[in-house]
């Protein structure tokens, strides 16, 4: 019997471990299919059937990508947007959400509950009134315009609270009766014990900013402040796309987000559990 069983356990064990290779191939796919077209020609990025490695890999992808198209500015100013709004999102998210755990003050739950309930709003519905607002103020084609609109994050508020519900009021009160400022609470006390939950919202919005394609393309006109998102769509003309350089783009424009993830990923996991369960 207790054969059988242990039998019975490693079966499961390798049937789990099978479903869970099979689905991480079934997510690598397009990424690998994306690296095989960014080494071929044009004609045979869709041939069939499909060759996974190419026979004579065209790497000109890789320098044609730099001079058909502004490819150095565009990265230079997706990373420039990427970097401030993912700052400003840090700042602001856990400065709200300090207030909205630790303090107490009238109105704090409705309040709360009003701000969290604009992520049901899609950004489709309110998009109009911010593009003429940011036209009456002057913002239009200006990086400043995406920066103001994306610097406050109700999901990031949402998200460090609840990490922040977890530390003990006994922590925040200590350094109260010890003279700090709420401001020195949050700076000294709540900031460093909430790496793992500023990690995970570091990864999240510099992913969201750098992927942004809808923002740019309403906001900026002037070939020099656009992204590498809008930049990529320069390889599609009125009759034909260049898919092969639109691959190799693709690799490249990548890269940050993977060196993001890698850098911060012994936090991300441990965010993303602790702000679920905490509070």
Same mark, same amino acid.
């Given at each position: ?12 064990? *390798? ?17 690998? @299919? ?17 060759? @996974? ?5 065209? @790497?000109?992808?890789?320098? =044609? ?9 565009? %990265? ?46 899609? @950004? ?32 990031? *508020? ?19 009766? =010890? ?27 510099? *992913? ?19 992204? %590498? ?6 390889? %599609? ?20 987000? *993977? ?6 990923q012994k936090y991300f996991v441990q965010g993303v559990a602790?702000?679920?369960?905490k509070g």
């Amino acid at each position: 019997m207790v054969g059988k069983s242990k039998g019975l356990k490693i079966s499961l064990m *390798v049937l789990v471990y099978a479903l869970l290779i099979l689905t991480v191939l079934a997510m690598l796919v397009p990424y690998i @299919w994306m690296l095989s077209s960014s080494l071929k020609l044009n004609k045979d990025v869709f041939s069939f059937p499909m060759q @996974w490695i190419p026979a004579n890999p065209r @790497w000109e992808n890789f320098q =044609d990508i730099w001079t058909r198209i502004p490819l150095g500015r565009f %990265i230079y100013n997706t990373a420039k947007l990427s970097v401030i709004v993912t700052i400003l999102q840090l700042l602001t998210s856990s400065f709200a959400a300090y207030a909205f755990s630790k303090l107490h003050f009238r109105g704090k739950n409705a309040i709360f509950l009003g701000y969290i309930a604009t992520i049901a709003i899609p @950004w489709q519905a309110y998009m109009v009134p911010q593009f003429i607002l940011m036209r009456y103020m002057g913002l239009n084609n200006t990086h400043l315009a995406i920066i103001l609109l994306q610097a406050f994050s109700a999901f990031g *508020v949402f998200m460090m609270r609840q990490f922040y519900q977890g530390v003990p009021d006994e922590l925040c009160e200590a350094a109260r009766i =010890d003279g700090l400022s709420e401001y020195g609470i949050w700076a000294r006390i709540m900031l460093p014990l909430s790496k793992p939950a500023l990690s995970t919202l570091t990864i999240f919005t510099f *992913v969201a900013t750098w992927n942004d394609f809808l923002g740019p393309m309403i906001y900026l006109t002037d070939t020099k402040l656009k992204t %590498i998102q809008i930049g990529l769509r320069m390889f %599609i003309s009125q009759y034909s796309a260049e898919y092969g350089l639109i691959m190799a783009a693709s690799v490249v424009s990548i890269i940050p987000v *993977v060196i993001v993830f890698l850098a911060l990923q012994k936090y991300f996991v441990q965010g993303v559990a602790a702000s679920g369960i905490k509070g």
